[in-house]
């Protein structure tokens, strides 16, 4: 009598808000879709059905965080090529389990999606919400899942920390991990990885470990990706994922000797030239998020520049929320100066009731820095 086969059961469907559509059934989609799918739903399947059929080309959207969001063209071969390079460093393959929780609609989720098709894996797809582990069964494992931060803040508020720390990796990205919470990060086991990528770059190209004996202050370049500066001392990135393209990036680094780990700094576009004293906007929102958190003040916050007339840009920090009291502003202010030099300490806060987030819901700065003109 034959030995029974060991190997993984290969998956033939998938679970998306907790129903199951099997991959011949999408394959022919949309002649006999299900009447009842809702619009995300309809395009996630519809993105699985073209990615099942063969499709060698797709239309990526931009987030819009730093600009107006566009479509990007990829082909085929870059986000295999993206699904191989994280696959291999995670050691991901048949009959793994993964969530996906982002929107499917931007690369993040997208390539989730892409990398458990490509690998076999047995994936369960929930619409996007704050904490989406409360959209599946408690009795659910998973191996592999990807959050962007607010989706952490929110599961570790809901108390599932052992659930997270029964996977194998965490991907953490979308947008910057404030301290705070980079700071609750290190009392979990799983290894977790904020990521530095792009649409244009077919998701990430460099990981961070962000808790545990091996965290980094540097993002390592995954193998086989070149990167580099440009005279504004900028990255930029050419493999296969940008189909041997040479790709510019905003993004100021700091590029280590080995050309393998660097150090992100902020976005040129975020340099406030104030009274010829360049600032990074991103610096002083570090120091400022950790001087309202010791004052208790749960303010999200970012900083811009704003025209003066004697220094061209003041530096102006903008808070979500009610106007704080007089003496709270002079203590926060006073925190603030003995932290940052003279010139990137902000001249004004500005309170706004709310700040406009992009699609993928992020803090979308161009449209918040309009709204204050109208």
Known sequence: MPAPDSSPLLPDSLLLNGREFRYADIRQYPANAPRDLNGYEARVLDFVRQWL??????????????????????????????????????????????????????????M??????????????????????ALVPTAAEF???????????????AGHAPRLNRMRAILVGGAAVERSLERELQALRVPLYLTYGMTETASHIALRRLNGPQAQASYRVLPGVTVGQD???????????????????????TLADDAQTFEWLGRVDFVINSGGVKVQ????????????????????????????KRLGEQVTAFLEGPTLPEAQQRQLLALLGGRLAKY???????????????????????????????
């Open 344 to 374: 990137e300490v902000p001249r004004e806060l500005v309170f706004l009731p709310a700040f406009r987030t992009t699609a993928s819901g992020k803090l979308d700065r161009p449209a918040t820095l309009r709204s204050l003109k109208r």
């Open 112 to 133: 989730m999606l892409v990398r458990g098709l490509e690998r076999n894996m047995h994936l369960t797809i929930v619409e996007p919400q704050a904490d989406p582990l």
């Open 281 to 308: 906007a991103e610096k002083v929102e570090q120091v400022l998020e950790v001087a309202l958190t010791e004052l208790g003040l749960p303010h999200r916050a970012f900083v811009a520049g704003r025209p003066d």
């Open 53 to 110: 059929n063969g499709a060698q080309e797709f239309g990526l959207r931009t987030s819009g965080s730093t600009g107006q969001p566009q479509l990007v063209q990829m082909k085929r071969r870059q986000l295999e090529a993206s699904a191989r390079r994280t696959g291999d460093y995670f050691d991901l393959g048949p009959g793994d389990r993964m969530l996906v929780c982002l929107n499917c609609e931007f690369v993040g989720g997208l």
């Open 231 to 253: 005279a504004r001392g900028c990255l930029t990135v050419r493999a296969d994922v940008t189909d041997n393209q040479l790709i510019t990036t905003n993004d100021r680094i």
């Open 143 to 157: 191996d592999f899942a990807s959050f962007v931060p607010l989706q952490l803040r929110a599961v570790l508020a």
